[in-house]
Nanobody
């Protein structure tokens, strides 16, 4: 069984910072892409940022220059440093990993349980 466990959400004032972490545990052979998505009330889930095993990153336009994604491949962990937070960043943030549980298995998508981020004005 593979689990993605997130931490680091919370309540912060506009302009503040938070750092999210997500660790993959269990039977993990390799992880290609890891990323963060978010879903605000009444809205669809949207991409925030992704990072490949080689370190190539991709960001939503709305977070460029404010959020930084990074990962520790040895720990199967991805981070999201969020600076200059805005009320519109309020959402449940989900960790995602595209991973193989064994060499000969096809890659599969796994999701964390989500962590709430609330930014007050």
């Amino acid at each position: 069984q593979v689990q993605l466990v997130e931490s680091g959400g919370g309540l912060v004032q506009a302009g503040g910072s938070l750092r999210l972490s997500c660790a993959a545990s269990g039977r993990v052979f390799s992880i290609n892409v890891m990323g963060w998505y978010r879903q605000a009330p009444g809205k669809q889930r949207e991409l925030v940022a992704t990072i490949t095993s080689g370190g190539t990153t991709n960001y939503a336009d709305s977070v460029k220059g404010r959020f930084t994604i990074s990962r520790d491949n040895a720990k199967n962990t991805v981070y999201l440093q969020m600076n200059n937070l805005k009320p519109e960043d309020t959402a449940v943030y989900y960790c995602n990993a595209d991973l193989r549980v064994w060499r000969f298995n096809a890659p599969e998508d796994y999701w964390g349980q989500g962590t709430q981020v609330t930014v007050s004005s």
